[in-house]
T-cell receptor, first 113, second 115 residues
Framework: DTAVSQTPKYLVTQMGNDKSIKCEQNLGHDTMYWYKQDSKKFLKIMFSYNNKELIINETVPNRFSPKSPDKAHLNLHINSLELGDSAVYFC????????????FGPGTRLLVL | AQSVTQLGSHVSVSEGALVLLRCNYSSSVPPYLFWYVQYPNQGLQLLLKYTSAATLVKGINGFEAEFKKSETSFHLTKPSAHMSDAAEYFCAVLLRGAGRRALTFGSGTRLQVQP
């Protein structure tokens, strides 16, 4: 009965590779998010989709491309991976009005070598 | 623009002692405020949230926080620390406007509980 799930949980790859992280929520929420947590634990919003429409696109290199095939899924594709992309990436979802809680997935730990 | 400042990157308390984690916010509009907890190698779990109802908010695991507009604060407290409370705690403010609903997080406070 996992609410927000992410795959893979761990991802180790070489510089220059392309990789994808998948996120699925079974809560019926209409909004999904990607956050990045750096090595100092600082969390920052990257993208947000509402009903499959991109509504937030923060200052993120265009090597990062989110895709939302439907309301329950939000994937993150990263091209030409760099060392600085090493981080924990969290997916989250929420429903309805802005005061509603965002539910987070377990995170994907990405290490670029 | 909204921002959050968490005072103290590390807090250490003895088991049974009072827990106080500080959070100050800056917001040009009435804020929605949240506290999340992150256990090692896990995702974030909501502890409690303030959304302009009661200023004293009670959350899970015995935690509570009080919204003080005059002090622009939303400090997290727990009367008696338990070993299982050891984790990273994040205060967050909701970035609102034009349909945007992203959280802006503080830098986090690591809570250590000594036996």
């Amino acid at each position: 009965d996992t609410a927000v799930s992410q795959t893979p949980k761990y991802l180790v790859t070489q510089m220059g590779n392309d990789k994808s992280i998948k996120c699925e929520q079974n809560l019926g929420h209409d909004t999904m998010y990607w956050y990045k947590q750096d090595s100092k634990k600082f969390l920052k919003i990257m993208f947000s989709y509402n009903n499959k429409e991109l509504i937030i696109n923060e200052t993120v290199p265009n090597r990062f491309s989110p895709k939302s095939p439907d309301k329950a899924h939000l994937n993150l594709h990263i091209n030409s991976l760099e060392l600085g992309d090493s981080a924990v990436y969290f997916c989250a979802s929420s429903q309805g009005r802005e005061r509603e809680t965002q539910y987070f997935g377990p995170g994907t730990r990405l290490l670029v070598l | 623009a909204q921002s959050v400042t968490q005072l103290g990157s590390h807090v250490s308390v003895s088991e049974g002692a009072l827990v106080l984690l500080r959070c100050n916010y800056s917001s040009s509009v009435p804020p929605y405020l949240f506290w999340y907890v992150q256990y090692p190698n896990q995702g974030l779990q909501l502890l409690l949230k303030y959304t302009s109802a009661a200023t004293l908010v009670k959350g899970i695991n015995g935690f509570e926080a009080e919204f003080k507009k005059s002090e622009t604060s939303f400090h997290l407290t727990k009367p008696s620390a338990h070993m299982s409370d050891a984790a990273e705690y994040f205060c967050a403010v909701l970035l609102r406007g034009a349909g945007r609903r992203a959280l802006t997080f503080g830098s986090g406070t690591r809570l250590q509980v000594q036996p």
